[in-house]
């Protein structure tokens, strides 16, 4: 027993001193992911049910590590934020973005948007719009071709400041759009009064898929004048649904799976009838 006992701190603590390893190097690699030209960016389509066409897609971050893979954002986002790498790694969406738009437009033509996710840290950066403003005036794009996501968390943080914040962006032409919607824990009466033009339906109530919940959202959307997204629509019968319950738009591995925009392919709406 005693030797059992043993081994078993032994583990435990070779564990814990692994883990703090490599929270340790993860931080440095994070710091060089830039200047080494580690990151890319994938995009994902929203298919626009009604004018039956891809009006937007949206930028994936990714985090090439070579042998080891992508890394999602939802794994290295949390440390960027903490150590505020979260700034500089922003803007290399932004200004990447920009640089791949001519080839985004031909494929989706001229109109198309692209969705960009910001951060809180980023957001809450004294020069926010200013940055913003200034990289897409150098790489020649406009206001009204970009889409900014954020989430109800990140608003409800500090609701005056960030409101007023979306009201300069959206007269200035951005679209804003709320992310993961119907996760965070605001009221409905404030979320009428935050300045949206549109919400992603978060994959969850997608896959519990309640028309009672789903149709209320799109009820909503429609008083409140606000175009809605049905996000991670994996499958036909998903898709069915949401297009019967007159849901505008949809992004999710069934229509296309984030990917390079050199292996975007010219998407169409799945065939409902067969
Ligand atoms: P998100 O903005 O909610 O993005 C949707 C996530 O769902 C993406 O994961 C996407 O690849 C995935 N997804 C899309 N369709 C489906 C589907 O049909 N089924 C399933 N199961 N998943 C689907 P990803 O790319 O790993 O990104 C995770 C999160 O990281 C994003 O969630 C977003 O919050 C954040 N993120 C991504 N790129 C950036 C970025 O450039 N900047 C910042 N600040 N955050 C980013
Ligand atoms: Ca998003
Ligand atoms: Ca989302
Ligand atoms: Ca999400």
Redesign the pocket.
């Known amino acids: 027993a005693k030797s059992r006992g043993r081994s078993r701190y032994h583990l435990y603590n070779e564990a814990f001193r692994y883990d703090q390893v490599v929270k340790f190097d993860y931080e440095i690699a994070l710091n060089q992911c830039i200047e080494r030209e580690e990151l890319l960016l994938h995009y994902q389509p929203i298919f626009n049910a009604s004018r039956s066409k891809v009006v937007e897609v949206e930028a994936l971050l990714r985090w090439n590590l070579g042998h080891a893979g992508l890394v999602s954002p939802a794994d290295f986002i949390p440390v960027a934020e903490e150590t505020g790498l979260i700034v500089p790694i922003g803007e290399w969406v932004i200004r990447q973005v920009c640089r791949d738009f001519p080839k985004i437009s031909e494929k989706f033509g001229p109109d198309v948007r692209i969705a960009v996710n910001i951060s809180r840290a980023q957001f809450e950066e004294e020069h926010f719009v200013e940055r913003l403003n200034a990289i897409i005036a150098e790489e020649g794009l406009t206001p009204a071709q970009f889409d900014l996501?954020v989430?109800e968390t990140l608003v409800m943080r500090n609701l005056e400041e960030i409101c007023a914040t979306l009201k300069r962006l959206r007269e200035q032409g951005y679209m804003i759009s709320l992310?993961?919607f119907g996760t965070g824990y605001s009221s409905l009466g404030i979320l009428a009064q935050i300045p949206i033009d549109k919400f992603?339906i978060?994959?969850s109530f997608i896959v519990q898929m309640n028309p009672a919940v789903i149709s209320a959202l799109l009820v909503m959307a429609r008083a409140m004048d606000l175009d809605v997204v049905a996000?991670?629509v994996e499958d036909r019968d998903q898709l069915l649904r949401l297009v019967d319950m007159g849901c505008p738009s949809i992004q999710g591995y069934l229509i296309c799976r984030p990917m390079g925009i050199e292996d975007l392919p010219d998407v169409g709406f799945p065939d409902l009838q067969s």
Do not use: F, S
Request: net charge negative.
């Open positions: 996501e989430t992310d993961d992603k978060d994959r996000e991670g």
